[in-house]
């Protein structure tokens, strides 16, 4: 960011994970300043850098309650404005299915809820019809619940495009300025941070696993505390995604949505995720048991993956809190908006929370106009079923022959507005160096490319045991 020492920004929104990005987008294109303060070196350095990659649909989730409604409104903007930002989705759907009478006399409730939160395609599916559509599916599969509206979606491509339309609108982006310090003074909010201090009217306080930790620093205590909750996944070889066209789903509880068996849109198959309490918020590390178990476990309902080369592992934290709801709130004698606790769902919910987010701010009476002619800034294709730049005229050399990530990919990703700022985000721009070998034959060319400019950053995934 350019030094503005003198700017006051209508909002200065804390964390660049897929909420504050989807929150920057939106306030700048209604036509709020805006800064993002990031502490990492890139977007996605927290929560959003790790995750399953469902495009939920809600069917599942607590009746009335804010997540149902951010994540249905977030499931439908996605659908409305992707392809103008060039993201990709792979319409899986998806099926719940038991394999136990247990949960086969829970398949009516999971039917009935789903319609209840208006999630009205949702349908009973019979054992034949279930093996009709996957035939590498295990015969013990008892019946299931047909979800037509859950897609697989890019995880990292998503909020990239989010921040880059807030980005073509406006919005400073600053690194490496972890927030330290908050102080409100003859109504604004002063915050400090490594890169200098920033004057903003409004805070929203989007910093994810770190969020009851801004509550405190700025107000001395927080409503809510964040209890991180692990989640472990194996991401399968490509030939793999051969095996699997739909996504299948447990038979959820009111505790967990459970593991899942995934397409990848990059085309792989995944595994995962766990869910494990843990007090440590940065480390996410991946143990051998449990990843033999979900081996295990995925092979059971699909068996030809029982031999099925592993790519890679890896482990995402949710920010949970001891609330199960999103923790949304607004101040506005205090110009402070708190967008924590958004646990299992942000992908899908998160342009739904930016417009509730916005909503909220309009009570806080600065009136704005919203720009004329909307950007929209196309991101890279990496997706699998889509042409790749490989295939493309004018290319150059594919450096990472894993993923088949071309020179040009790599440039353009160091480049431009928002290039990647460390490994992991070049990584996430591109894939290079996430495919079979992990980076074994692609690392020293694409650091040579990078020519210095990145910092480092723990990897993901990591590579398999
Ligand atoms: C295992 C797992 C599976 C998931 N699967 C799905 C799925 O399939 N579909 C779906 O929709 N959702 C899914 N999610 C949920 C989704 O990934 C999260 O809801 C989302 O990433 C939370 O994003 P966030 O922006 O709130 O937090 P984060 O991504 O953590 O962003 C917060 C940012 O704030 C920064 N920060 C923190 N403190 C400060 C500070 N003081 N100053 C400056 N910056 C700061 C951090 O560095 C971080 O980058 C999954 C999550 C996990 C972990």
Redesign the pocket.
Known sequence: MAEQPNQIFDVAI???????CAIARKFALEGASVVL????AD??????????????TGFDAPPASLELACMKAGHAEFLAIRQRLNLPVLETGAIVAAWDDEQLARLDAVEERAHANGVTDVRRISRVEILAREQRLSGAVLGGVLVPGEHVIDPWSTPLAYARQAAAHGACFVFG????EAKRRDDLWLLR?PKGAIRARVVVN?????GD??EQLAFERSAFEIRPRK?Q?VVFDKQAAALLGTILLPVPTEQTKGVVIARTIFGNLLV??TAEEQDDRCRAAVDEQTLNDLTAFAARMVPDLRDMPVTAVY?????ATEKKDYRIASDPAKGWIT?GG????????ALGIATHVFDLFRAFGLSRSPPQDIIWPMVPNLAEHLPRDCTLPGCGEIVCHCERVTRREIEQALQGPLPAGDTGGLKRRTRAGMGRCQGFYCQADVAEIAGGRLASAAATPTRAP
């Open positions: 804390v964390g660049a994970g897929v909420v504050g303060l990031e502490k990492g977007i996605l350095s927290g929560a959003s850098k790790a995750n399953s990659a469902i495009l939920h300025a972890e927030v330290g941070t989007a910093a994810g696993l770190f930790r801004l989640g996944f995962g995720p482990a995402g934290l949710r920010p967008v958004i646990r299992s769902t942000g992908l899908t919910a």
